[in-house]
């Protein structure tokens, strides 16, 4: 597609419940990157993507967190458990290094809100 | 750890004014990247930064990196009301690797 889509663009859910957030990055894009953003906060990194294979995910903040990317491409990042502090912008970044930098292009978030 | 830092976090100025936001980072690197954010929006890339000395301009806005002083700057000439955002600036050590970013510069620009 022309940019990276998440889905959905606003999830709420209650405490405990298990999510499902979906990226599909810009095609062609070889690498995946999850970010989450908190209010009045820059993002922070969770896990990155090269391929199929999870390159760095020392982000993730523990290990009800988990990412994939099966096939290379779309994405799905899943919380287990969630907690209220899970709350936050979660977003997607594809990038196509080159000319020795690493632009990310972001989609436009999912809203998490745990009650 | 790489560590990221802007200031000032927050900035309110007047239409016509020029200033300057700067970002440190903790360890060395060559790759600065500054992004910017609207209200409920994602981030947009405005400039990359690949080399110690490397300037870039757009508009109203200039960037430049100081790889000996771990510095970036982003200077903003006679601002006007449609550059009211975040600002982020955004390290990353190895190339390909993760981007590291600062916590953002809030600039509000009143008539």
């Known amino acids: 597609g022309a940019g990276v889509s998440q889905t959905p663009s606003n999830k709420v859910t209650e405490k405990g419940k298990y999510v499902e957030l979906r990226c599909d990055p810009i095609?062609?894009?070889?690498?995946l990157y999850w970010y989450r953003q908190s209010l009045g906060q820059g993002p922070e990194f969770l896990i990155y993507?090269?391929?199929?294979?999870?390159?760095?995910d020392s982000g993730l903040p523990n290990d009800r967190f988990f990412a994939v990317r099966p096939e290379g491409s779309v994405s799905t990042l899943k919380i287990q458990r969630t907690e209220r502090g899970d709350s936050a912008v979660y977003l997607c970044?594809?990038?196509?290094?080159?000319?020795?930098?690493?632009?990310?292009?972001f989609g436009a978030g999912s809203r998490l809100t745990v009650l | 750890e790489l560590k990221v830092e802007q200031n000032p976090l927050f900035l309110s100025m007047q239409e016509g004014k020029n200033y300057t936001i700067y970002c440190n980072y903790s360890?060395?690197?060559?790759?600065l990247y500054w992004y910017r954010q609207d209200p409920g929006k994602s981030l947009e890339s405005l400039f990359v930064?690949?080399?110690?000395?490397a300037v870039k301009q757009e508009g109203r806005l200039m960037a430049s990196l100081d790889t000996k002083a771990r510095l970036s700057t982003l200077h903003i000439t006679a601002a006007v009301h449609d550059l009211s955002a975040t600002y982020f600036c955004?390290?990353?050590?190895?190339?390909?690797?993760?981007?590291?970013f600062g916590a953002g510069t809030i600039l509000r620009v009143k008539s």
């Open positions: 970044a594809s990038s196509s290094v080159t000319s020795g930098a690493n632009v990310l292009t």
């Open positions: 095609s062609g894009h070889t690498a």
């Open positions: 993507f090269q391929g199929t294979g999870a390159a760095d």
């Open positions: 360890t060395t690197s060559d790759r």
């Open positions: 930064l690949l080399s110690n000395g």
């Open positions: 955004a390290v990353d050590l190895e190339y390909g690797n993760k981007l590291v």
